[in-house]
C-alpha cells in the first residue's frame, strides 16, 4: 500500500496514470465547454472574478481570488473572460479526477496483486464519476465554486488515506495538520469544502483513536484550519471597504480587527463564533438568506429525499425518458452497491471513511439544506411550495462518489466474468485470468454509458443563450435606464454583460429582492451619482464612483441619435439613515392613492400592504422620472403589478417602459389585449429590436434547451415578445410581418417542448 503512487504499471508509475486520467478528463470537459457565460449564479461568479468583487453571502472569496489569477495567468491565450473561467472550472475537477483516481488505485490494492487491473479500476471509476451529468455539467459551464470544492474533498480524502498508512508517524501529523488547513481554506471557497469533516472524525476514531488525546497535536491543527479562513475574515471586509461594483452584503468593518476577533454569543445553527463586526458576521451567516431551523421543514424529509433520488435518476443516461432511464439507474445504483460490497470486505478503514463522506454529502447533507419541493417535483403543489430552479448541484459530490463506486463495481463483475471465462483454458494461473479478463472486457463498456447518454445534454458548445439574453434585454431600454428585475437570471447575465463586456454600463440595473437590505439601496445610490466636474467615472470600472456613460459610438442606430443627457440627480435622495428606518412593510387604508406622475395617478380601493422593496421601488419612481427612462423586464411582472401599473407601460423588446405621459393609439403604438401582460407595444421599437438586433437566431437550430430550469421561461419571454409584435402588425393590416414575427415565436416556444423530463 504505501509508496503504491510511484509503483511503476507498464510504462508509467501510478502517479503517471492519474495524470493521463486527468488530462482525458480535461480534454472532454473542454471539448464540450461553454463559450460564455451561463444562468443563475454562473454570470455572477464570473464577473466577481473579473472585477475582484463579492458575490451573494458569504463571498465566495477563495474562488474570486483563484478566478482573478487564473484570468491574468491565462490572459494570453486571448479567450473571452466567461471561456477561461469555465477553463478553470473544467481544469480544477480535472485535477480531482486524479486524486480520485489515486485514491481508487490505492482500495483496489487491498483486493488484488494484479496492477494492471487496479488501474483499469482507477480508469472505469473516474469515466463514470466525471461523466455523471452534474459533475460534467458544473465542470465545463455551471456554478464554478463547486468544482473547485470537488478539489478540496478529493485531496482531502486522498490526504486521508496517506494518513492511514502514516498514523502513528510524525508524517502523519503533518498530513492531518495540512488536512485540517485545506478544511479551513476551502471552506473559504464553499461550505462543501467541509463536507469530510464527520468522515474524518469517524475514521480517526476508528483508525487510531488515541490521536484525539494528542492535545498539541488538536491545537496545531485547528490552527491551520482557522489559519485558512482567515481568507475570509480578511479578504472579504479589506475588499469590501473599496467599494468594488458588487459588493453583495456590503461586509466591510469598521475596524478590521473586528474581523478575527470573535463573538462566542453568537449563533450559527449551533453556537458557533462570528465575527465581532456586524455586518461581517451577517454576511458569513447568510442572513439575507437565512432558512427556517431545522425543525421547520419545508418539506417532508421523504420528499426531499425524494428530490435526491430524482437527481440521481438523471446522472448516468440523461438524455433517455422513464422508464427506459429509470432501468439504466437501476443499474448504475446496482453497481454502486456492489462496489460499495468489495471496498467494505477489502479495506474497511478506508470504506467507513468514504462510506460516511457519501452519507454527509447525500442524507446529511439533504437534512441540513431542508429544501422546498424540487422545481419539477410534485408539479400539483403552488409554486411558492417549490425551490426556484433544480438544486442539483449542491449533491455533486454524492454523484462522483457513487459513479466512482459503480465503477468499482463494473470492474468487480469484471473479474468475476474474466475468472468464470478462464475456467477450462491452458497455461499458467497469470495467463489463465489475463485470458479471462480479455475475454470478459466487452463488459467494461458499461462505463462508457454515461458518456454517451448525458453528452447531448451535458455539451454546451455553441450556448450563447444566457449571453444574448443579457444582450436583447440590455438593448431593448433606452439611454441611462432604470431596469428592474426580479431574480437571477434577468439579473446575474446583465452583470456579467456589463462589467465584463463593457455593453450598456449607462442602465442602471436594480434587482427587486435586493431592495429589502440596507445596503443596497445605499450602493445604487452612489453608484447612479451624477459626476462632479473632471470625475470619470471609469477611472477605476471595479470600483463604485458615479454614473457612467451612455457610450455613443458603441450605440445601436436607434439610440444614437437620441439627446440623451446625462442624469441629473441619485435615483433616489434617500440618506443612510433613512434607508437604515424604512419600514418592514407599510399598510395602506382603502382608498389609498399614489400620484406617481401629472398623468399618472394610481388609486387602490382595498387595504393593502406594501412591502421595504414596494416601497422603495414606488420612491425611485418618483423621483427618478422625467430625469431617467424608467423599465421593467419582462420577466418581472410581480414588481409591477403591485402596483398595477400594466396600463402605463408600453413593450419595446424584452422590456416594458413606464411612460409619463398620457397613452393614446399611434401608427406605432397599438394597445394589446391584457393576455400581452401590459397594455401597449411600440411596434416600431419592438420590430427593430427582435429583427434588427436580438441575437437568437441559433437557438432556433437547437434539438434541446440543455437549462432545465430556464427551460420554459426563457423560451416563453421570445415567444410572448414575438406574439405581441404579431398582434401589433396585424392591428395593423401587415399580415406577412405578423405570420413572419408569430412564425419564428412559435418555433421558440417549441423549443421548451422538446425536453427531457
Known amino acids: 500500500m504505501k509508496g503504491i503512487e510511484r509503483q511503476r504499471v507498464g510504462l508509467l508509475p501510478v502517479w503517471g496514470w492519474a495524470l493521463v486520467a486527468s488530462t482525458l478528463v480535461w480534454l472532454l470537459y473542454a471539448f464540450t465547454l461553454g463559450p460564455t457565460t451561463a444562468f443563475w449564479d454562473t454570470s455572477e461568479y464570473i464577473t466577481t472574478a473579473w472585477i475582484l468583487g463579492l458575490p451573494h453571502p458569504p463571498g465566495n472569496p477563495l474562488f474570486v481570488l483563484i478566478g482573478r489569477v487564473w484570468l491574468i ?16 472550472s473544467a481544469t480544477v475537477s480535472a485535477v480531482s479526477a486524479g486524486f480520485w483516481f489515486l485514491a481508487v488505485m490505492r482500495i483496489w490494492a487491498h483486493f488484488t496483486e494484479n496492477r494492471g487491473v487496479a488501474l483499469a479500476a482507477g480508469f472505469v471509476s473516474v469515466l463514470v464519476g466525471a461523466t455523471a451529468y452534474t459533475v460534467w455539467a458544473q465542470s465545463n459551464v455551471n456554478e464554478k465554486v463547486y468544482t473547485v470544492s470537488l478539489l478540496f474533498v478529493a485531496v482531502i480524502s486522498y490526504l486521508a488515506m496517506l494518513w492511514e498508512d502514516h498514523s502513528d508517524s510524525w508524517r502523519g501529523d503533518r498530513i492531518l495538520v495540512l488536512v485540517l488547513f485545506l478544511l479551513g481554506i476551502g471552506w473559504a471557497n464553499h461550505q462543501m469544502s467541509v463536507l469530510p469533516i464527520l468522515a474524518l472524525l469517524v475514521f480517526m476514531l476508528w483508525h487510531r483513536w488515541k490521536t484525539i488525546l494528542r492535545p498539541g497535536l488538536i491545537a496545531t491543527g485547528v490552527l491551520f484550519l482557522l489559519a485558512g479562513y482567515t481568507v475570509q475574515l480578511l479578504f472579504v471586509p ?12 456590503d461586509p466591510e468593518c469598521p475596524v478590521l480587527m473586528q474581523a478575527v476577533t470573535p463573538d462566542f454569543g453568537a449563533t450559527w445553527g449551533a453556537k458557533t463564533p462570528v465575527p465581532t463586526c456586524d455586518a461581517l458576521s ?7 438568506y437565512l432558512p427556517p431551523p431545522l425543525s421547520e421543514r419545508q418539506a417532508p424529509f421523504k420528499a426531499q429525499f425524494g428530490n435526491w433520488v430524482q437527481y440521481f435518476d438523471w446522472q448516468w443516461a440523461r438524455t433517455l425518458v422513464p422508464p427506459v432511464r429509470h432501468l439504466v439507474t437501476f443499474l448504475f445504483f446496482g453497481l454502486g452497491l456492489v462496489g460499495l460490497w468489495k471496498h467494505a470486505r477489502g479495506d474497511f478503514d478506508s470504506f467507513l471513511y468514504f462510506f460516511t463522506l457519501l452519507i454527509s454529502a447525500s442524507v446529511i447533507l439533504i437534512y441540513y439544506l431542508n429544501f422546498k419541493y424540487g422545481y419539477t417535483q410534485a408539479p400539483e403543489l403552488p409554486i411558492e411550495r417549490h425551490e426556484v430552479r433544480e438544486r442539483d448541484y449542491f449533491f455533486v459530490l454524492s454523484f462522483y462518489l457513487w459513479g466512482l463506486y459503480a465503477g468499482m463495481g463494473i470492474v468487480t463483475a469484471w473479474q468475476a466474468l474474466g475468472s468464470r471465462l478462464s475456467l477450462g483454458r491452458e497455461g499458467d494461473a497469470a495467463t489463465r485470468e489475463h485470458a479471462g479478463l480479455r475475454a470478459a472486457s466487452p463488459l ?54 456589463q462589467e465584463v463586456e463593457g455593453i450598456r454600463r449607462d442602465v442602471t440595473v436594480i434587482v427587486h429582492s435586493y431592495l429589502g437590505t440596507k445596503w443596497y439601496p445605499k450602493q445604487l ?46 435615483i433616489h435622495s434617500l440618506s443612510d439613515e433613512d434607508v437604515d428606518q424604512l419600514p418592514l412593510y407599510e399598510v395602506a387604508p382603502a382608498g389609498f392613492e399614489v400620484q406617481m406622475s401629472p398623468s399618472i395617478k394610481l388609486s387602490y380601493p382595498d387595504d393593502r400592504a406594501f412591502t421595504h422593496p414596494d416601497l422603495l421601488v414606488l420612491r425611485i419612481i418618483r423621483e427618478s422620472l422625467g430625469d431617467r427612462p424608467i423599465y421593467f423586464a419582462a420577466t418581472a411582472p410581480p414588481v409591477y403589478q403591485v402596483w398595477e401599473l400594466e396600463e402605463h407601460m408600453v413593450r419595446q423588446g424584452l422590456a416594458h417602459k413606464l411612460v409619463e405621459e398620457p397613452l393614446e393609439e399611434t401608427v406605432d403604438r397599438v394597445a394589446l389585449d391584457p393576455q400581452f401582460g401590459v397594455r401597449w407595444i ?57 405570420m413572419r414575427a408569430l412564425e419564428r415565436g412559435t418555433r421558440l416556444y417549441e423549443l421548451a417542448a422538446r425536453a427531457v423530463p
Open 73 to 88: 495567468l491565462t490572459s494570453w491565450t486571448g479567450l473571452e473572460v466567461a471561456t477561461r473561467i469555465n477553463l478553470l
Open 444 to 497: 467494461l463498456g458499461i462505463a462508457l454509458i454515461p458518456l454517451l447518454l448525458n453528452f447531448q445534454l451535458a455539451d454546451r458548445r455553441g450556448d450563447y443563450s444566457a449571453r444574448d439574453w443579457a444582450y436583447n434585454l440590455l438593448q431593448s431600454v433606452e439611454p441611462y435606464a432604470i431596469l428592474f428585475t426580479n431574480g437571477d437570471n434577468d439579473t446575474f447575465p446583465l452583470w456579467y454583460l
Open 682 to 738: 411600440d411596434r416600431e421599437r419592438s420590430h427593430d429590436l427582435l429583427w434588427d438586433v436580438f441575437q437568437l437566431d441559433y437557438l432556433l437550430e437547437w434539438d434541446l434547451w440543455p437549462e432545465p430550469s430556464t427551460r420554459a421561461s426563457i423560451p416563453a419571454q421570445y415567444y410572448i415578445a414575438h406574439v405581441a409584435l404579431s398582434e401589433a402588425h396585424r392591428q395593423r393590416e401587415e399580415p406577412e410581418e405578423a
Open 282 to 288: 451577517a454576511s458569513i451567516r447568510r442572513e439575507q
Open 238 to 249: 479589506i475588499r469590501s471597504a473599496q467599494n468594488p461594483i458588487i459588493d453583495e452584503a
Open 525 to 570: 445610490r452612489e453608484l447612479t451619482r451624477p459626476c462632479e466636474p473632471g470625475e470619470d467615472p471609469l477611472a477605476d470600472p471595479t470600483t463604485i464612483l458615479c454614473q457612467r456613460p451612455f457610450d455613443r459610438d458603441a450605440a445601436l442606430e436607434m439610440y444614437a441619435g437620441m439627446e440623451a443627457e446625462s442624469p441629473t440627480r441619485s
